[in-house]
């Protein structure tokens, strides 16, 4: 939707089409259907277990149920926050407006819509309550075993993620540092960038999912969506790339420009992922089991929030630690570079850090609306007359969803909710 990836030819199978042409917003569209049902059956799954243990403010006494606790608490935050993030335009400018509804408890049947500034709440105190149950349960040594469950390093850095979206920056800064230390993982550097994404057994991978027979998504999975390495639609003509924008201002000392690159016999294939997501066997459409394994959140992250929010509060030193701390692993000249750049210069060198170091990751449409940036499409985007006329800011209807027209006619208290 920001046109950091772009379609190099018209798009031919429709999954990603309306995203590309931004009219995927809308409350007839399939797309802010299948977001609301996904996140809020996620809620309803994260609700069950929580009301198994008391309720959500009633922690379990055995250690094991903790963690349990702790972990549905977390991942009801993360859609929370996801959801409200998408159905609501940013927090300074919407939190006296009326966005979502709020389950608390599987016995809802109808919740009337919350305010954003009611939501953020409620997303902060699951995530107290998630970090007090993981803490109590590591007292007694009882943590999860893999990344398939989130742990407390994952509870700090979503609470970082919702303090600097909201504009908190000291607490924001705060959370992403206890992220960092109470994690195990190291960021990638070096060649590590050119084989990091794609197996669970990463050292920066801190939640994520070890894809298999039985959990792969197949041909409508993530890596038929990216990789022209798997057999899907990557690799058969709907060709996403890295905006030529972007990549063109990547320095040729930074390690990730190696991430795009050309695959194929035309220059619709130019600036393909192919460095960062592909199959180990690196054969074009060879893989046709599609068990490469998937991360949903890595500890590039909260150094990346901690380098914001402290760059926010003009403290130039301590942004600057935390991201010389990551572009050490990619471009040392750089990492040198930002120690002498003003409060704006940093910003916007950590604008776009985040918007290189996650591409293809999920984090460009919030980093846009946070930064406050218009979104002007390529040249290389099939799609590029969409800004023709001028760039698209921010805050534009375009960018925002709305709750879907069947959610709206089952449930006759969103009725107060303004598109």
């Not at 939501?119 to 998630?130: K, Q, S, T």
């Not at 050292?203 to 994520?208: L, S």
């Not at 850090?353 to 099939?382: C, H, I, Q, V």
Request: net charge negative; charged share 20%.
């Amino acid at each position: 939707m920001t046109g950091d990836m772009v379609f190099s030819r018209a798009y031919s199978f429709g999954w990603f089409g309306a995203d590309a042409r931004l009219t995927n917003a809308t409350q007839t569209s399939r797309r802010t259907k299948i977001t609301w049902t996904y996140y809020y059956n996620v809620i309803n799954a994260c609700n069950l277990i929580i009301d198994t243990a008391g309720g959500t403010d009633s922690e379990p006494d055995n250690a094991t149920n903790k963690l349990y606790f702790a972990v549905a608490k977390t991942v009801r935050a993360h859609s929370y926050f996801n959801l409200v993030t998408l159905f609501a335009h940013n927090y300074a400018e919407a939190k006296d407006k009326k966005a979502l509804p709020i389950y608390d408890t599987q016995s809802d049947t109808y919740a009337a819509p919350q305010t954003v500034d009611s939501v953020y709440n409620f997303i902060l105190h699951d995530l107290d309550g998630a970090i007090t149950a993981y803490t109590n349960a590591l007292n007694e040594s009882v943590e999860p075993s893999d990344i398939s469950m989130p742990d407390i390093s994952v509870a700090y850095t979503v609470q970082a993620y919702v303090y600097l979206q909201k504009g908190d920056y000291a607490q924001a800064e705060a959370a992403a540092a206890k992220a960092i230390s109470s994690s195990k993982k190291t960021m990638l550097s070096g060649d590590g960038l050119v084989w990091g994404f794609n197996t669970i057994s990463n050292d920066n991978w801190m939640w994520g999912i070890d894809i298999t027979g039985s959990t792969t998504g197949e041909v409508a999975g993530f890596w038929s969506m990216i990789d022209y390495f798997t057999y899907g639609y990557q690799s058969i003509g709907d060709y996403k790339v890295a905006n030529s924008d972007l990549f063109n201002a990547i320095p040729t000392t930074d390690g990730r420009r190696k991430w795009f690159t050309y695959f194929g016999d035309t220059d619709m294939t130019r600036l393909m992922p192919a460095n960062k997501f592909y199959d180990a066997d690196r054969v074009p459409m060879g893989d046709a089991d599609w068990t490469n394994d998937v991360h949903f959140m890595r500890i590039e992250e909260p150094y990346m929030i901690a380098a914001e929010a402290a760059a926010r509060q003009n403290d130039l030193t301590t942004a600057c630690q935390y991201l010389g701390a990551m572009l050490s692993g990619r471009d040392t000249e750089k990492a040198a570079a930002i120690t002498g750049m003003t409060q704006d210069e940093l910003l916007e060198e950590i604008y776009f850090n985040w918007r290189l170091e996650f591409w293809g990751e999920g984090k460009s449409l919030l980093t846009l609306k946070r930064f406050e940036k218009s979104m002007t499409r390529p040249e290389n985007d099939y799609y590029k007359s969409l800004t023709a006329g001028g760039a698209i800011p921010y805050n534009d209807a375009l960018l925002k969803f709305a709750i879907p027209q069947k959610e709206r006619q089952n449930n006759p208290l969103l009725s107060t909710v303004e598109e």
